[in-house]
């Protein structure tokens, strides 16, 4: 990965804009985020490759999502019962 990519990695503080969510409501944002992050880590690991580019991901929607949002998915995801697809 590029220094420059990293190092806006690393002095990342909250979501930036995204044009595909241009409303207020911010909820379908964090929910893709948080599927984002999880595609990205399932395609990286079977790849045997670093997941170090989906902390991206991590972070938007760590800085989006309620606390209680994330660990219903995370809980529903170790259930086999999570709506979303990954």
Not at 13 to 25: E, G, I, L, Q, V
Not at 32 to 47: E, G, T
Not at 54 to 83: H, M, N, T
């Amino acid at each position: 990965m590029s220094d420059a990519v990293q190092e806006k990695i690393k002095n990342y503080r909250t979501a930036p804009f995204d044009a595909r969510f241009p409303n207020t409501n911010q909820t379908r944002n964090c929910f893709q985020n948080y599927l984002d992050f999880h595609r990205c880590n399932k395609v990286l690991s079977a790849k045997d490759q670093d997941t170090t580019p989906c902390d991206w991901y991590r972070r938007v929607y760590k800085s989006l999502c309620p606390i209680s949002w994330v660990q219903k998915w995370d809980d529903q995801i170790e259930a086999g019962s999570f709506p979303g697809k990954i």
